[in-house]
């Protein structure tokens, strides 16, 4: 079946320095969706970003991350981390009929 | 733009206790998922449904029941609570495989 894999439980760094959260995924469908979804202390994980284009880089709110199809990646990457980035990162997976969520990786953004 | 509706925010029950939490969205949404989260963990599906009247279940499907009576609602039964059992139960609707859409979650306490 599908599955998503995220390495990293907790990456912690300090404010500027940039951002890398690994995504690989596995999946027959030839034209998966990936997702980014983030979730901040007490809220509801919400979309930070999706793509289905392959080699396309997709940005939001300073986030980036390009669907590699032929290493079945989707990391999602930041220049220059923020405090209020810390938070839970969710990659997930559309292939067939359903989402499949990785385990996630919290971030930590220190001072 | 629509709303996700869960009721009720905050569940305690008692050891052994059937409970049902509730879900609504106006989104027109035809898939819609039930997950659970523990504390400061990943989001695990418990079950979804693509159609009003259908049910697949997710990896956490044991101990729970569920119910899609109509196209914009969902429910979730946990059978038989368990004792110290604590969780946030988040519902999500999405259209197809696109963007899933979270509720602001109900808290759970089991006694």
């Known amino acids: 079946g599908d599955s998503v894999t995220q390495t990293e439980g907790l990456v912690t760094l300090t404010e500027g320095l940039p951002v890398m959260l690994n995504c690989t995924y596995q999946t027959i469908y030839s034209n998966p969706f990936l997702f980014w979804y983030v979730q901040h202390l007490n809220e509801s994980p919400r979309l930070l970003l999706k793509s289905f284009t392959d080699n396309k880089r997709t940005e939001h709110q300073g986030f980036h991350a390009t669907l590699h199809k032929s290493s079945s990646s989707f990391h999602l990457q930041k220049s220059s981390a923020q405090l209020s980035d810390s938070a839970l990162y969710y990659c997930a997976l559309s292939g067939t009929n359903k989402v499949v969520f990785g385990t996630g990786t919290r971030l930590q953004v220190l001072p | 733009g629509g709303i996700i509706t869960q009721t009720p925010k905050f569940l305690i029950g008692q050891e052994g206790q059937k409970l049902t939490l509730k879900c609504q969205q106006n989104f027109n949404h035809d898939t819609m998922y039930w997950y659970r989260q523990d504390s400061g963990k990943g989001l695990r599906l418990i079950y979804y449904s693509i159609t009003e009247n259908d049910l697949q279940k997710g990896d956490l499907s044991e101990g729970y029941d569920a119910s899609r009576e109509k196209k914009s609602s969902f429910s979730l039964t946990v059978t038989s609570a368990q004792k110290n059992e604590m969780a946030v139960f988040l519902c999500?609707?999405?259209?197809?495989?696109?963007?899933?859409?979270f509720g602001p979650g109900t808290r759970l306490l089991v006694l």
């Open positions: 999500a609707s999405s259209s197809r495989i696109d963007t899933q859409y």
